[in-house]
């Protein structure tokens, strides 16, 4: 395991202007603006575990109540291929919630998320990490990412998505503010469409702060990502349901030949869960 999450020597790595006359103080400013110490501390206090066990001890210390429903669908599904489908509300807690909800109940369960979720290597058991945000090519890490997707389900493994790729959205959409995905991804949408498995749609509540939703719309994703961990800072004594739908078969995806009719399709039977009790 890594001595620290996010280090002093990580960060001068990442650009020549860290390596300068005023590198350290410059690292420190921005340890201190991102909140990568409180995330360090995160990883510091858990990292003696992987996987699901890693998930539970950081959440359970992060005093964040998990609340899931309908659990015992999984049951079924301990020894089979499926994908899982869900909204993406925060960017890195329902990441760390969806492994721990599933992997803690199936085997080899493995969930597709970006870059940045990626350098948490207590849960690399888990992850296909690609890079979620629009470039003129893909990069070498996104295909490499969607082919072991592919070998993945064709070994007869279980995968999630957050077919979004990145954090939700504050959008006003009739006459009221809501906090929503993006478009679902293409890519991942026709890995669906091939794969020939079941789809479990997973529904997880709450939001990040309005504070984080403003960021992006005002100075773009770059600096939004830099609240993220600040995003884990404020959700001490919070609660998230973790709502599990019915497995949609096969067959039933093998109707939607077009992908916005399969995106369509699946968010409304991820964002239906909401009101499931």
Known sequence: MRDKLVSYDDIRK??????????????????????????????????????????????????????????????????????????????????????????????????????????????EENFVTVVPYKTKKPTATSINGIKECIAHIRDGHPLGFFPAGSTSRINFIKGRWVFTDREWQTSILKLIQKANVPVIPIHFSGRNSVYYYLLRRFFGWKIQTMQLCHELANKKDHEIVITIGDPIPALEIDKYQDTKDLELFLRTKTYALANTK
Not at 32 to 56: E, M, V, W
Not at 64 to 91: A, M
């Open 14 to 123: 990442s650009h020549p202007i860290f390596r300068g006359k005023f590198g350290d103080k410059l690292i420190k400013w921005g340890t201190r603006f991102a909140g990568l110490q409180y995330a360090n501390d995160i990883y510091d206090n858990s990292k003696h575990l992987t996987g699901p066990a890693f998930c539970k001890d950081a959440l359970d210390k992060l005093e964040i109540t998990r609340t899931i429903r309908n659990g015992e669908i999984l049951d079924q599904f301990k020894d089979v291929p499926f994908i899982t489908v869900s909204n993406h509300p925060y960017g890195h807690i329902d990441g760390i919630s969806l492994i721990e909800t599933v992997g803690s109940r199936v085997n080899n369960f493995k969930v597709m998320v970006n870059f940045i979720l990626g350098i948490i290597d207590t849960m």
